[in-house]
């Protein structure tokens, strides 16, 4: 064949376009012959797949069928012996996964193999058999199992008129699970079949395509290299339009191409751009508040400690934790704890200039530098924001709510060595502002390591002190039940502040978050043990039934002292643990679970019981019930505020109850202020309530002896 050299008009081109016919002939003729063979298999194949799947239905059928009237006699007899044997034989059938036998209750009395089936499903009633559940790996099949009718023998017994026909009693049901790890063995291979023969049928019309490809070399060919120059970047290559018929149409739809694709490369590279740029902000700042994220707070944090390093002007830090802002979360739910956290950012930005910096760290914590202004100057600025924040009011809906920061402020100099002290000391100015009352400033120089040290101790002296002068004084928070089922005697819970002279009081949970930061946590909890089992040793003597639940730390979980100390304390006094309930919070299981585990299990092997507080909060709260297994659990604030209000709210909670109903596990709602809530509790079948409405804490001694041993 002669190449291509003319235009459309040009003899050349004229003989050129016949010599392509042939083969397009051949590729009409091929390709729908091609095509409908490629469909044909693909309809037998998944024919195929549909047929295997029937079968393995038809022996589930076939089997509960088979296996119901001989498992009658068994369930009539009470033969369980006889009944695990036919559940065994039918395990040993090919593609049996398991096999079981429920009573009319729906309790398993025959079990074979790893059952996959839930309790609710055990639990159905059937008039025959059936499918019952279907998954990826396994499919159940069901049949009632009925008492056979007896007939009266004719030679024996005198006509009586026809009774009315009775269906027979339900005795039971059997279930067979089915394995689909054969069925999927068998269907992949068919899958394969057919593939291979659809990669066949493709591998021929490539050779067709490629066949085609070689007639239309040239005009291909130029359309390649336009391609290739494009490829290398120069977007305005251009395909010379010299052919006619399909060909010429390519390349003219190529040259419209090429000119779309150089137009929106340019405009893609102005949107690249514009994206990276969004993507670095995003970066650098906080979503939610649009402010500077703890990262870029930390890294303008370095660059101003190296500048006053290098002999630059002082500055300062704030570090702010937003007072009394939990309520507002869970009150109005955490729409509205958003919009309070964007508002609070405009506020503070009003009061700084343009020089210093104002980040969120995370949660309800914001971080300021203040360049080039430290001492009195920082203070008055700490000052005023922490006024407007006090005089802020937050409005959601009918609502109002007074928030308040309390600010740690920490001078950079050049004695400071890292970032990692100035964050320490404006943690810690932070949480004296809290701990002396919230909504003040309390200023904390940058400590090294040393200095540190020397705070820890006092932190340990102040609690060692606390723990022996008795000034860690222990409250009573009685546990009112709402329902008939409940624990004989008294249910209290235990908490307590720490008492110090001058001093304002220290609720528990400030204590414990400063005790956990130096690591004595776990001489609280003993402290905590050491009052419950006293008490609990006084009522036994006084022949009274009482129950405490005392709080834990998550570093108690894996301090063996712990373990051993309520071994001692409970040998000491010669009682069992029974009265003793130690609780800890759902989050601690989830980020110690093994310790949690192991805790849990040495517990109950002294008698004690287990309880789970802020239950129902997380996504793995349900799956605590059978790896920690406690006897109680503390429902979290967050299902009880909204109390009528909310129905998904009050549905999971209802899901919550029957659940641990079911497992023998009481329920505690806590936090009830008002009088109407412990009804709606009482209703929904919640075992215990605790608030100022049912019964105000006060101390643990004064209830004791009030409510314990007074009583007749």
């Known amino acids: 064949m002669k190449p291509l050299s003319g235009g459309p008009c040009s003899p050349i081109g004229r003989h050129d376009e016949p010599a392509q016919s042939p083969p397009s002939s051949v590729a009409a003729a091929l390709l729908p012959s091609t095509l409908i063979a490629i469909a044909l298999v693909v309809y037998f194949t998944v024919s195929g797949i549909r047929t295997l799947e029937g079968e ?66 055990l639990r159905l009633s059937l008039d025959k058999p059936t499918m019952v559940a279907e998954t990826e790996r396994w499919m159940a099949f069901a049949a009632p199992v009925r008492r056979s009718l007896n007939e009266t023998d004719s030679l024996f017994e005198p006509a009586t008129p026809l009774k009315q026909a009775q269906a027979p009693e339900v005795i039971g049901h059997v279930f067979v699970e089915f394995d689909k790890s054969e069925l999927a063995s068998r269907q992949r291979e068919l899958l394969v079949r057919g593939l291979l023969i659809v990669l066949l049928g493709l591998f021929l019309l490539a050779i067709l395509a490629i066949a085609m490809a070689d007639n239309m070399a040239k005009p291909v060919m130029r359309l390649v290299h336009a391609v290739r120059e494009m490829s290398s970047g120069r977007l305005d290559s251009r395909v010379p339009a010299l052919s006619s018929g399909e060909i010429g149409v390519l390349e003219q739809g190529f040259n419209e191409m090429a000119q779309h694709i150089e137009e929106a490369h340019y405009s893609m590279q102005a949107r690249i751009e514009e994206a990276t740029a969004q993507l670095a902000f995003q970066a650098r700042h906080d979503a939610l508040t649009g402010l500077l994220n703890r990262r870029e707070f930390e890294h303008r944090l370095e660059k101003m400690l190296t500048s006053v390093q290098a002999g630059g002007d002082e500055c300062s830090v704030l570090f702010i934790d937003l007072d009394r802002f939990k309520p507002v979360n869970d009150t109005c739910g955490h729409l509205a704890g958003d919009e309070l956290l964007r508002q609070i950012s405009l506020l503070f930005q009003g009061r700084l200039r343009e020089d210093d910096t104002l980040a969120r760290l995370g949660g309800d914590e914001f971080g300021v530098i203040l360049a080039n202004c430290s001492g009195a100057r920082a203070r008055q600025v700490a000052e005023d924001i922490c006024g407007l924040a006090a005089a802020y009011r937050f409005i959601w809906q009918d609502k109002v709510f007074a928030i308040g920061a309390s600010i740690g402020l920490t001078p950079i100099n050049r004695r400071v060595r890292n970032i990692t002290e100035i964050l320490a000391a404006g943690d810690t100015a932070c949480y004296r502002a809290k701990e002396s009352g919230r909504n003040q400033v309390c200023e904390q120089e940058a400590l090294n390591t040393q200095e540190r040290r020397q705070e820890t101790n006092g932190w340990a002296t102040r609690i060692a002190s606390a723990l022996a002068e008795n000034r860690l004084q222990i409250e009573a928070m009685p546990l009112i039940a709402l329902q008939k089922d409940r624990l004989d005697g008294h249910f209290v819970e235990l908490t307590a502040r720490l008492n110090e002279p001058g001093q304002t009081p220290v609720a528990l949970s400030a204590l414990m978050d400063a005790a956990e930061r130096y690591d004595l946590a776990p001489s609280i909890d003993q402290y905590f043990i050491e009052t419950a089992v006293n008490a609990l040793a006084s009522a036994q003597r006084r022949t009274k039934k009482l129950h405490c639940l005392v709080p834990l730390s998550g570093a108690s979980l894996g301090c063996r002292e712990v373990i051993d100390a309520i071994a001692h304390k409970l040998s000491s006094h010669n009682i069992s643990g029974n009265g003793l309930y130690l609780i800890f919070s759902e989050d601690v299981s989830t980020h110690q679970t093994s310790q949690a585990i192991e805790f849990s299990r040495q517990a109950r092997a002294l008698g004690c019981h287990i309880g789970l507080n802020d239950f129902g909060g997380g996504l793995s709260s349900f799956s605590h019930l059978r790896s920690i297994a406690p006897s109680c659990v503390k429902l979290s604030r967050s299902l009880t505020r909204d109390l009528g209000g909310n129905r998904a709210s009050t549905a999971l909670l209802r899901a919550i109850q029957e659940i641990t109903a079911d497992q023998d596990i009481y329920s505690i709602a806590d936090g009830i202020e008002q009088n109407g809530a412990a009804e709606q509790l009482r209703s929904l079948g919640i075992s215990y309530a605790q608030g100022n409405a049912l019964a105000p804490s006060e101390p643990f001694e004064v209830w004791l002896e009030g409510a314990v041993f007074r009583t007749s």
């Open 56 to 121: 393995l239905r038809a022996k589930g059928m076939a089997t509960v069928r088979y296996l119901a009237p001989i498992s009658e006699y068994g369930i009539i007899a009470g033969q369980i012996e006889t009944l695990h044997a036919l559940a065994q034989a039918t395990v040993q059938e090919s593609g049996v996964k398991a096999a079981l036998v429920v009573n009319q209750k729906g309790r398993a009395i025959a079990v074979s193999g790893r059952v996959s089936l839930a309790s609710e499903t």
